[in-house]
């Protein structure tokens, strides 16, 4: 294969794709990328002026992006987007369900346990990581089934592997956040259109402003003991960085993974391989 067929395997452009949380910490680089790709970017995300920010970056930097303030966990507020989606795109090719993380009311800790985590924070991690990835499926997988082609890609987590110490809420939604994507996969395939794929990544540990000070210390800005049982469990020996997703997405999302549909990857530097010994 010549460079500009390898080129044209990996090709986005002029693809239409939507993407929740779009201006989290994990999610932005790959926005960015997308709008270099020359993808049509539609970015979602509950925090009206941090998405107006990276949208007017990506249209200054010359790419195309429209901005559309939007809570997952509530389908009005998706069908409103999808309505404006369609109104400036006229269709969606792809969607990546971006929007997720935990809440330090749902972590249990020296004092706060299991036993009483209050029940609004356990909803809030079950609606933002399980329903919100459910509900973006409903509004834009319509749209990509009536359409008979296209590609959906979830964001599960290492914790659906291995379920972690002190954060039950976030483990068991990611997990079903892995079981869903396979479910969808083969329902997509086999009621509208094999030309539909339906994947998912699941992000090792990535230093977030949710986890920062669960993983590091406050004050010093060492490892915290968590942080250090992380790295030593990890071959590769760091924190993933929010650009080494990107690579494994762009795989994903483009027509090189024509044949792949149901699987959830791993991006943890190898924590998912080491048995400790």
């Known amino acids: 294969m010549d460079v500009r067929g390898a080129q044209a395997i990996f090709d986005l452009a002029g693809k239409v794709i939507v993407v929740t949380g779009s201006a989290g910490i994990l999610c932005s680089p790959l926005c960015r990328t997308l709008a270099t790709e020359g ?120 914790n659906a592997f291995r379920p972690l110490t002190r954060i039950p809420a976030y483990s068991a939604a990611k997990a079903a956040v892995s079981n869903f994507t396979q479910w969808l996969a083969v329902h997509m395939a086999q009621e509208y259109s094999q030309d539909i794929r339906v994947n998912a990544i699941a992000p090792g540990f990535f230093l977030t402003d949710q986890n920062r000070y669960l993983l590091t210390d406050r004050v010093t800005g060492n490892l915290s003991e968590r942080g250090q049982t992380i790295i030593d469990h990890t071959p590769m020996g760091r924190f993933g960085n929010p650009e080494d997703l990107v690579g494994t997405v762009l795989w994903l999302l483009s027509p090189a993974a024509s044949f792949i549909t149901g699987i959830v990857v791993p991006i943890d530097g190898g924590f998912s391989a080491y048995s400790g010994v």
């Not at 809570?71 to 269709?91: F, P």
């Not at 509900?135 to 987590?157: D, E, P, R, T």
Request: hydrophobic letters at 45%; proline letters at 2%; one cysteine or more.
């Open 39 to 158: 993808a049509k970017l539609a970015l979602l995300d509950i925090n009206t002026e941090e998405v107006d920010n990276l949208t007017l970056e990506i249209n200054q930097s010359g790419g195309e992006a429209i901005a559309l303030t939007c809570d997952v966990s509530e389908k009005k507020s998706l069908d409103a987007a999808a309505h404006g989606i369609m109104h400036s795109y006229g269709r969606v090719d792809i969607l990546v369900n971006g929007a997720g993380g935990n809440n330090p009311r749902a972590t249990t800790n020296a004092d706060l346990s299991f036993f009483d985590l209050p029940d609004s924070a356990i909803q809030w991690v079950v609606d933002l990581n399980l329903i919100g990835t459910i509900y973006a499926c409903q509004v834009f997988g319509k749209l990509i089934a009536q359409q008979k082609k296209g590609v959906i890609l979830n964001i599960s987590s290492m």
